[in-house]
Protein backbone atom coordinates (compact mmCIF):
# COMPACT_ATOMS: atom_id res chain seq x y z
CA UNK A 1 0.00 0.00 0.00
CA UNK A 2 1.54 3.58 -1.21
CA UNK A 3 0.80 6.18 1.48
CA UNK A 4 0.26 8.78 -1.68
CA UNK A 5 -2.96 6.82 -2.64
CA UNK A 6 -4.35 7.27 1.08
CA UNK A 7 -3.49 10.95 0.27
CA UNK A 8 -5.46 10.86 -2.74
CA UNK A 9 -8.49 8.67 -1.26
CA UNK A 10 -8.22 11.38 1.67
CA UNK A 11 -8.58 14.53 -0.77
CA UNK A 12 -11.43 12.81 -2.84
CA UNK A 13 -13.27 12.22 0.35
CA UNK A 14 -13.23 15.47 1.50
CA UNK A 15 -13.52 17.29 -1.74
CA UNK A 16 -16.16 14.86 -2.68
CA UNK A 17 -14.90 14.90 -6.53
CA UNK A 18 -12.06 13.08 -8.34
CA UNK A 19 -11.09 16.13 -10.52
CA UNK A 20 -10.60 18.58 -7.78
CA UNK A 21 -8.48 15.85 -5.75
CA UNK A 22 -6.38 15.66 -8.95
CA UNK A 23 -6.11 19.67 -9.35
CA UNK A 24 -4.68 19.89 -5.31
CA UNK A 25 -2.52 17.31 -5.63
CA UNK A 26 -1.10 17.95 -9.41
CA UNK A 27 -2.07 14.92 -10.60
CA UNK A 28 -3.78 13.75 -14.14
CA UNK A 29 -7.72 12.60 -13.03
CA UNK A 30 -6.36 8.89 -14.92
CA UNK A 31 -3.99 8.30 -12.35
CA UNK A 32 -6.01 9.45 -9.53
CA UNK A 33 -8.59 6.93 -10.86
CA UNK A 34 -5.76 4.05 -10.74
CA UNK A 35 -4.76 4.75 -7.16
CA UNK A 36 -8.05 4.01 -6.12
CA UNK A 37 -8.45 1.60 -8.10
CA UNK A 38 -5.28 0.05 -6.50
CA UNK A 39 -6.24 0.88 -2.94
CA UNK A 40 -9.42 -1.18 -3.85
CA UNK A 41 -7.66 -4.09 -5.21
CA UNK A 42 -5.11 -4.26 -2.08
CA UNK A 43 -7.99 -4.44 0.22
CA UNK A 44 -9.73 -6.04 -2.03
CA UNK A 45 -13.33 -4.29 -0.94
CA UNK A 46 -15.01 -1.44 -3.10
CA UNK A 47 -14.39 2.03 -1.31
CA UNK A 48 -16.07 4.88 -3.64
CA UNK A 49 -18.95 4.43 -5.49
CA UNK A 50 -18.78 7.06 -8.01
CA UNK A 51 -21.29 8.23 -10.83
CA UNK A 52 -21.90 11.23 -13.17
CA UNK A 53 -22.88 13.85 -10.08
CA UNK A 54 -21.22 12.55 -6.95
CA UNK A 55 -18.81 10.24 -5.14
CA UNK A 56 -20.29 8.80 -1.96
CA UNK A 57 -17.69 6.24 0.14
CA UNK A 58 -19.05 2.90 1.31
CA UNK A 59 -19.34 1.72 4.30
CA UNK A 60 -15.57 0.14 3.87
CA UNK A 61 -14.40 3.50 2.59
CA UNK A 62 -15.75 5.60 5.58
CA UNK A 63 -13.74 3.34 7.66
CA UNK A 64 -11.08 3.35 5.85
CA UNK A 65 -10.73 7.46 5.77
CA UNK A 66 -10.74 7.44 9.45
CA UNK A 67 -7.69 5.64 9.78
CA UNK A 68 -6.31 7.21 6.39
CA UNK A 69 -5.99 11.07 7.99
CA UNK A 70 -4.60 9.49 10.84
CA UNK A 71 -1.78 7.87 8.81
CA UNK A 72 -1.33 11.44 6.90
CA UNK A 73 -1.26 13.37 10.03
CA UNK A 74 1.46 10.86 11.50
CA UNK A 75 3.08 11.06 8.27
CA UNK A 76 3.10 14.96 8.20
CA UNK A 77 4.65 15.16 11.88
CA UNK A 78 7.24 12.49 11.07
CA UNK A 79 8.71 14.72 8.44
CA UNK A 80 8.62 17.64 10.63
CA UNK A 81 10.03 16.42 13.38
CA UNK A 82 13.08 15.47 10.70
CA UNK A 83 13.43 18.98 9.58
CA UNK A 84 13.42 20.55 12.89
CA UNK A 85 16.13 18.28 13.48
CA UNK A 86 18.16 19.71 10.74
CA UNK A 87 17.34 23.25 11.94
CA UNK A 88 15.91 25.96 9.79
CA UNK A 89 18.59 25.16 6.96
CA UNK A 90 16.02 23.03 5.57
CA UNK A 91 12.25 22.17 5.90
CA UNK A 92 9.29 22.79 4.96
CA UNK A 93 6.31 24.80 6.24
CA UNK A 94 2.47 24.74 5.42
CA UNK A 95 0.22 27.45 5.61
CA UNK A 96 -3.72 27.80 5.05
CA UNK A 97 -5.39 31.11 4.53
CA UNK A 98 -8.79 32.41 4.34
CA UNK A 99 -9.16 34.77 1.07
CA UNK A 100 -7.92 38.40 2.40
CA UNK A 101 -5.36 37.24 4.58
CA UNK A 102 -3.98 34.94 1.84
CA UNK A 103 -4.27 37.39 -0.85
CA UNK A 104 -3.69 40.78 0.45
CA UNK A 105 -1.20 40.28 3.88
CA UNK A 106 0.96 36.80 3.47
CA UNK A 107 2.51 36.96 0.42
CA UNK A 108 5.07 40.19 2.14
CA UNK A 109 5.17 38.18 5.17
CA UNK A 110 6.46 35.02 3.38
CA UNK A 111 8.50 37.41 1.61
CA UNK A 112 10.29 38.99 4.90
CA UNK A 113 10.86 34.95 5.90
CA UNK A 114 12.07 33.87 2.84
CA UNK A 115 15.27 36.25 3.04
CA UNK A 116 15.71 35.15 6.17
CA UNK A 117 15.38 31.64 6.05
CA UNK A 118 15.55 30.86 1.99
CA UNK A 119 16.07 26.93 2.92
CA UNK A 120 12.46 26.49 3.94
CA UNK A 121 9.98 25.69 1.38
CA UNK A 122 6.61 27.43 1.85
CA UNK A 123 3.50 26.17 0.62
CA UNK A 124 0.44 28.37 0.80
CA UNK A 125 -3.14 27.02 0.24
CA UNK A 126 -5.75 29.44 0.00
CA UNK A 127 -9.68 28.41 0.82
CA UNK A 128 -12.49 29.55 3.62
CA UNK A 129 -12.00 29.64 6.65
CA UNK A 130 -14.63 26.57 6.87
CA UNK A 131 -11.52 24.94 5.26
CA UNK A 132 -8.51 26.12 6.92
CA UNK A 133 -9.72 25.56 10.08
CA UNK A 134 -10.78 21.94 9.19
CA UNK A 135 -7.32 21.73 8.16
CA UNK A 136 -5.70 23.32 10.98
CA UNK A 137 -7.94 20.63 13.60
CA UNK A 138 -6.63 17.60 10.88
CA UNK A 139 -3.12 18.45 11.74
CA UNK A 140 -2.78 18.99 7.88
CA UNK A 141 -0.78 22.82 7.91
CA UNK A 142 1.34 24.14 10.35
CA UNK A 143 -0.05 27.40 10.65
CA UNK A 144 -3.34 29.00 9.44
CA UNK A 145 -5.05 32.56 9.11
CA UNK A 146 -8.86 32.75 9.19
CA UNK A 147 -11.73 35.94 9.66
CA UNK A 148 -13.62 33.84 11.37
CA UNK A 149 -14.07 31.47 15.17
CA UNK A 150 -15.24 27.84 15.47
CA UNK A 151 -14.89 27.55 19.35
CA UNK A 152 -16.35 23.71 18.68
CA UNK A 153 -12.92 23.02 17.21
CA UNK A 154 -9.41 22.25 19.58
CA UNK A 155 -8.09 25.17 17.91
CA UNK A 156 -6.06 27.91 19.41
CA UNK A 157 -6.26 31.13 18.15
CA UNK A 158 -4.78 34.86 17.92
CA UNK A 159 -5.72 38.23 16.82
CA UNK A 160 -3.04 39.44 14.37
CA UNK A 161 -4.78 42.48 13.25
CA UNK A 162 -8.65 43.82 12.56
CA UNK A 163 -10.65 44.39 9.11
CA UNK A 164 -13.59 46.44 7.91
CA UNK A 165 -16.18 45.13 5.80
CA UNK A 166 -17.41 47.78 3.30
CA UNK A 167 -20.45 48.16 0.87
CA UNK A 168 -18.15 48.70 -2.51
CA UNK A 169 -20.14 49.52 -5.68
CA UNK A 170 -19.75 50.63 -9.44
CA UNK A 171 -18.82 54.05 -9.88
CA UNK A 172 -22.45 55.30 -10.97
CA UNK A 173 -23.93 54.15 -7.82
CA UNK A 174 -25.31 56.48 -5.20
CA UNK A 175 -23.14 57.41 -2.00
CA UNK A 176 -25.19 56.71 0.37
CA UNK A 177 -28.21 54.20 0.91
CA UNK A 178 -30.87 53.56 3.11
CA UNK A 179 -30.85 50.24 4.95
CA UNK A 180 -34.21 49.55 3.95
CA UNK A 181 -33.20 50.15 0.31
CA UNK A 182 -30.45 47.82 0.11
CA UNK A 183 -33.07 45.07 -1.19
CA UNK A 184 -33.54 46.60 -3.94
CA UNK A 185 -29.92 46.58 -5.51
CA UNK A 186 -28.09 43.24 -7.05
CA UNK A 187 -25.90 42.32 -4.41
CA UNK A 188 -22.73 39.62 -5.11
CA UNK A 189 -22.46 37.50 -2.66
CA UNK A 190 -19.08 35.43 -1.09
CA UNK A 191 -19.74 31.66 -0.70
CA UNK A 192 -21.01 29.91 2.81
CA UNK A 193 -18.36 29.23 4.77
CA UNK A 194 -16.29 32.77 3.86
CA UNK A 195 -15.40 34.75 7.35
CA UNK A 196 -16.49 37.72 5.00
CA UNK A 197 -20.00 36.35 4.54
CA UNK A 198 -20.11 35.29 8.10
CA UNK A 199 -19.58 39.08 9.45
CA UNK A 200 -22.10 40.21 7.06
CA UNK A 201 -24.94 37.89 7.38
CA UNK A 202 -23.91 38.72 11.33
CA UNK A 203 -24.49 42.53 11.18
CA UNK A 204 -27.56 42.00 8.97
CA UNK A 205 -29.27 39.66 11.26
CA UNK A 206 -28.56 41.95 14.40
CA UNK A 207 -29.34 45.34 12.62
CA UNK A 208 -31.80 44.34 9.67
CA UNK A 209 -35.39 42.84 9.36
CA UNK A 210 -34.75 42.61 5.39
CA UNK A 211 -32.05 40.17 5.02
CA UNK A 212 -34.23 37.23 3.12
CA UNK A 213 -35.38 40.19 0.75
CA UNK A 214 -31.71 40.49 -0.36
CA UNK A 215 -31.73 40.24 -4.52
CA UNK A 216 -28.49 38.14 -4.65
CA UNK A 217 -27.59 37.76 -8.20
CA UNK A 218 -24.27 35.63 -7.75
CA UNK A 219 -22.33 33.70 -5.30
CA UNK A 220 -18.61 33.78 -5.77
CA UNK A 221 -15.89 31.91 -3.94
CA UNK A 222 -13.20 34.51 -5.83
CA UNK A 223 -12.22 37.93 -4.02
CA UNK A 224 -10.92 39.03 -7.49
CA UNK A 225 -13.83 37.41 -9.41
CA UNK A 226 -16.03 39.84 -7.53
CA UNK A 227 -14.78 42.53 -8.05
CA UNK A 228 -14.44 42.07 -11.29
CA UNK A 229 -17.75 41.62 -11.60
CA UNK A 230 -19.00 44.92 -9.69
CA UNK A 231 -16.73 46.94 -11.69
CA UNK A 232 -18.49 45.53 -14.59
CA UNK A 233 -22.10 46.94 -13.29
CA UNK A 234 -23.50 43.60 -12.11
CA UNK A 235 -23.99 44.62 -9.07
CA UNK A 236 -22.86 45.59 -5.20
CA UNK A 237 -20.85 43.55 -2.42
CA UNK A 238 -20.33 43.22 0.92
CA UNK A 239 -15.91 43.11 1.04
CA UNK A 240 -12.69 43.68 2.56
CA UNK A 241 -11.64 47.61 2.70
CA UNK A 242 -8.29 45.97 2.41
CA UNK A 243 -8.97 44.07 -0.61
CA UNK A 244 -9.86 47.39 -2.69
CA UNK A 245 -7.22 49.93 -1.78
CA UNK A 246 -6.20 49.75 -5.40
CA UNK A 247 -9.44 50.33 -7.02
CA UNK A 248 -10.65 53.15 -4.94
CA UNK A 249 -7.20 54.78 -5.53
CA UNK A 250 -7.86 54.27 -9.14
CA UNK A 251 -11.89 55.09 -8.46
CA UNK A 252 -12.41 51.84 -10.36
CA UNK A 253 -15.31 51.29 -7.45
CA UNK A 254 -16.51 53.29 -4.82
CA UNK A 255 -17.55 52.79 -0.83
CA UNK A 256 -21.25 53.08 -0.83
CA UNK A 257 -22.34 54.43 3.11
CA UNK A 258 -25.45 51.93 3.99
CA UNK A 259 -27.75 54.49 6.77
CA UNK A 260 -28.89 52.66 9.59
CA UNK A 261 -26.13 49.98 9.13
CA UNK A 262 -23.18 50.25 11.75
CA UNK A 263 -19.33 49.44 10.52
CA UNK A 264 -18.71 45.72 10.02
CA UNK A 265 -15.53 44.72 12.14
CA UNK A 266 -13.46 41.49 12.33
CA UNK A 267 -10.77 40.27 13.16
CA UNK A 268 -8.17 38.00 11.06
CA UNK A 269 -6.39 35.07 13.62
CA UNK A 270 -3.52 33.06 13.52
CA UNK A 271 -4.82 29.62 13.78
CA UNK A 272 -2.76 26.25 15.47
CA UNK A 273 -3.96 23.33 16.67
CA UNK A 274 -4.22 22.74 19.83
CA UNK A 275 -1.93 21.12 22.13
CA UNK A 276 0.37 20.47 18.79
CA UNK A 277 3.97 21.94 19.69
CA UNK A 278 5.00 24.99 16.94
CA UNK A 279 8.02 23.44 14.93
CA UNK A 280 11.18 25.89 14.38
CA UNK A 281 10.35 27.45 11.14
CA UNK A 282 6.61 28.18 12.44
CA UNK A 283 8.03 29.86 15.79
CA UNK A 284 10.54 31.78 13.20
CA UNK A 285 7.38 32.62 11.33
CA UNK A 286 5.30 33.70 14.28
CA UNK A 287 8.48 36.07 15.21
CA UNK A 288 8.38 37.79 11.79
CA UNK A 289 4.75 38.28 12.07
CA UNK A 290 4.91 39.96 15.19
CA UNK A 291 6.96 42.30 14.26
CA UNK A 292 5.31 43.16 11.42
CA UNK A 293 1.72 44.06 13.37
CA UNK A 294 4.17 46.11 15.83
CA UNK A 295 4.90 48.01 12.65
CA UNK A 296 1.22 47.99 11.54
CA UNK A 297 -0.05 49.48 14.57
CA UNK A 298 2.71 52.20 15.24
Known amino acids: MDLRHLETFVRIAEL ?15 TVSKQIVDLERFFEVKLIDRTKRSVVLTKAGEILLKYAIEFM ?5 TIDAIDAFRGLKKGTMLLGASTIPGTYMLPRLLGLFNRQYEGIQLRLLISDSKDVLNMTDLGEIDIGFVGAKDDTRKIDYKKIIDDTIVIAAPKDYPDTIPLASLKDYPLIAREPGSGTRNAFDLAMARFSSSQDGLKTVAELSSTQAIKEAVKGGMGLTYISRMAIGDELAHKELKVVRVEGLPEI ?3 FYMVTKKGKTPLPQVKAFM ?9 EKS
Open 16 to 30: KSFTKAAEMLYLTQP
Open 73 to 77: ALKKE
Open 265 to 267: RRS
Open 287 to 295: DILEKWRKH
